[in-house]
């Protein structure tokens, strides 16, 4: 079966037969759907890494971590059929490990009964400097070494852009400690970073 050849698929797909990226992961993911276990192979050594580099900027224990690929990988086997190649497989699959992770650590939290935190917004001011002398690689492990709960607020707020109020939902706390847990994130990374400066 040659994609690009079958206009059914094509037709009930909405695709554009130039788009040979496209085409090539519906190709992908129609062999997966059939249960082709090459393609499944493929379809896992394509985006594991993309995967693993979601999952470790909220959780840093090595097992952990292949747990819940292999949980996210099971539950995009489970929905391909429900993929509409409108939209990035990418950011389809992002959205399928986000949420994956959030159960995870919203079932893992160690403070299940948060208090109310009396919070005062206030800045956290990071020098422009420190952007450029630090390496990503750097910069992932601090954010790894944040306890818990403010690495997971830090992480959906930066990378995720939910609001506070998102992130209350999800993690069933309050905004106040939500906005709280991010500014300690904050605080902290910005004074493990500049123990990284030279003086």
């Known amino acids: 079966m040659y994609l690009a050849g079958n206009t059914d698929i094509i037709k009930k797909l909405g695709l554009d037969t130039r788009d040979t ?22 379809l896992y050594e394509q985006y594991a890494p ?8 909220y959780i840093s224990d090595t097992e952990t971590v292949k747990d819940l690929l292999n ?3 099971s539950k ?5 059929d429900k993929y509409k190649p409108t939209g990035a497989f990418k950011a389809w699959i992002r959205t399928i490990a986000v949420n994956t992770i959030i159960d995870h650590v919203r079932k893992n939290m ?7 935190i009396d919070y005062t917004e206030q800045d ?3 020098p422009d400097d420190i952007n450029g002398k630090i390496a990503y690689k750097e910069l992932l492990q601090l954010i790894q070494d944040l306890p818990d709960t403010q690495k997971t607020v830090f992480n959906l707020f930066v990378f995720e852009n ?12 309050t905004e106040n400690n939500s906005r ?14 500049e123990r990284l400066m030279p003086k």
Not at 21 to 42: H, M, P, W, Y
Not at 76 to 80: D, G, S, Y
Not at 162 to 173: A, F, G
């Open 76 to 80: 995009i086997f489970i929905k391909l």
């Open 180 to 193: 709280w847990y991010l500014s300690d994130a904050r605080k902290r990374l910005k004074e493990k970073l």
């Open 162 to 173: 939910l609001t506070h109020k998102e992130i209350s939902t999800l993690l069933t706390i």
């Open 21 to 42: 990226e496209t085409d090539s992961v519906v190709f992908l993911i129609q062999n997966c759907i059939e249960g082709d276990l090459k393609a499944q192979r493929l």
């Open 50 to 57: 993309f995967l693993k580099g979601v999952i470790v900027r």
């Open 110 to 116: 160690k403070h299940k009964d948060t208090h109310y």
């Open 124 to 126: 956290v001011y990071v």
């Open 71 to 73: 949980d996210i990988f």
